[in-house]
């Protein structure tokens, strides 16, 4: 059975980081890109960021450039993302996915 299980979330300031994690299991994780996506309140679904299997390539929409990392270690089959300088509008809950597969998400909310 296909696991993501993302871990890292909470409650930060304006301008503080946050690094969230996904575990995976129940494939062969490292045949697969990773991406994150984000979901505000109210709002659709937003890509974050993607990684190709071995994490050689990452790609990110223009608003996240710089701020946000993607990253992955096959070893431990984990994916991860570096946020920095969060801004309130960052606040969403974040997935992990794969094809059509999807964690249950993680809670970021940005705030003073």
């Known amino acids: 059975e296909v696991q993501l299980v993302e871990s890292g979330g909470g409650l930060v300031q304006p301008g503080g980081s946050l690094r969230l994690s996904c575990a995976a299991s129940?494939?062969?994780?490292?045949?697969?890109?990773m991406s994150w996506v984000r979901q505000a309140p109210g709002k659709g679904l937003e890509w974050v960021s993607g990684?190709?299997?071995?994490?050689?390539?990452?790609y990110y929409p223009e608003s996240m450039k710089g701020r946000f990392t993607i990253s992955r270690d096959n070893a431990k089959n984990t994916v991860y993302l570096q946020m920095n300088s969060l801004k309130p509008e960052d606040t969403a809950v974040y997935y992990c996915?794969?094809?059509?597969?999807w964690g249950q998400g993680t809670q970021v909310t940005v705030s003073s």
């Open positions: 990684i190709n299997w071995n994490g050689d390539y990452t």
């Open positions: 129940g494939f062969t994780f490292d045949d697969y890109a």
């Open positions: 996915k794969f094809l059509h597969y």
